[in-house]
């Protein structure tokens, strides 16, 4: 068994002091807004591509979703449009840290989704189906065989959608490996450096103002993960955006009851590289009602009717948090960029117990593992739960890459690499017109086709 890990190997990613950049370079081809597994793996494609990069990090690389996440990197249940991406991106997932020189954890464990009822199992056929369509090796696994693969489970479920080719990386360790990585091919990767706003000359993006000095630049991307419509917001775009709250636990390393990734909607479960389980569970979602929830109403409607028996409405400070933040400012005034360094939830006591008692009952042979480490991370949601990835024309220069929901650790290396092609005007590799700003406003139909 690999050795144990400290007690706050996932909390040390944003856990410690922040390091304000010694110098910022006067100017750059590409400026990145966010340090999270997609602007860092923009910048490596970018750095690849001898174009001159720096990325701005309010805080700290993966301090926020990227670092807090499950780890799953699966392709199984996705939304069709992200399929392409996904495929890409398990390919670079596969030679990362061979490629970078750096352990980034991944490994093929295969992924599981549970059904407790037979009805719940045949509705995995349609999957399956474009599965297949795809060239993906999902299939379904009757509950009488699951066993052989769910090792110490005492649930007597209906049967599983099974992909053995999916897998999981250690969110700690990899958006931090990928921006020492793009460091190494030429990238500026600045923490402790919020960006306050873009200045424009003729209504073209020419300059980002950060926190310590202007850096000239004509193409911004904004990666910003849960803050990207705050920022967009001040710049007069309007970018559809809602947060919710997920809690997260790991065990101490344990026997190997399986190694792989499991999702019951009791329990979401996968094997540490350090020998223990990330858990949570698999079905609580909170989203804490502010103004923004009241905004964007109607635009998520149609997820949050899908996510009715997930999502549970949380009313607390961030209501008033929220409301206090000003939503533009002058670009030499403090921004609230820098008043929160870092996003940083608190885990749901209740939650918790929860995740307790469902791996216990779930999982006896787990049932004496210690949980050693809780968190909680801030999902940002798109209206139809995928990501948005455009050039704003409404201000030429500037692009946005957000909403990746709960499922962007995963895909974040492929979007990076696409989003290079993109910024640069060469193949994206991939038809991005799914991902495009405007199917919020131009009649659209919004339907998502999988979950948060
Ligand atoms: C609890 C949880 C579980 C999840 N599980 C999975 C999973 O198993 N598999 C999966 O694929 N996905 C999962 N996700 C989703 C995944 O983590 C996110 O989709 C992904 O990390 C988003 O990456 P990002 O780079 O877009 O955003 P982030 O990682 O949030 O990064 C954005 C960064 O921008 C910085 N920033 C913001 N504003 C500014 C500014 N003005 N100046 C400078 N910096 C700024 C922030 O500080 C932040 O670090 C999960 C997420 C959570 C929270």
New binding site residues.
Partial sequence: MPEHEPNNVVASTWLKPFEPPKRIPDAADVVI?????????SALFLAQKGISVVL???????????????????IQGRDTREIPMMQESLKIWETLSEDLGEDVGFTRGGCFFTARTEKQFDAFGDWVKIAGEHGIDTRLVPGGELGTHIRGAAIDWAGAMYTPSDG?AE?HKA?PAIARGAARAGASILTG????GIETTAGTVSAVV?EHGTIRASIVL???????S??CRSMGVNVPQLRV????ARTAPAENAFDG?VFDDRL?I?RRQDGGYTV?HGSVLEHPVTPASFRYFFRFMPALMQELKIVRLSFGREFIEELRTPKSWALDTV?P?EET???NPQPNARVLRGIRRNLDTMFPALANTPIVESW?????ASPDVV?IIDTVSSCPGFHV??G?????????PGAGKAIAGMLTGDDPGIDLAAFRLSRFFDGTPIKPQSGI
């Fill in positions: 807004i966010g340090g999270g597994i997609v602007g860092v793996s701005c990090e309010k805080g700290h690389i993966a301090g926020e979703q990227s670092g807090r996440n499950w780890g799953w990197v699966r999981r969110p958006a450096c919020a960006v306050r950060t904004c990666a910003a993960g849960a803050w990207t705050l920022f709250r997920g809690t997260v990734n979401g996968r949570a921004s960029f360094r870092v996003l909680a991370g801030m999902i940002e990501p890459a957000t990746f929901s709960g499922h962007g650790f995963g895909i974040g």
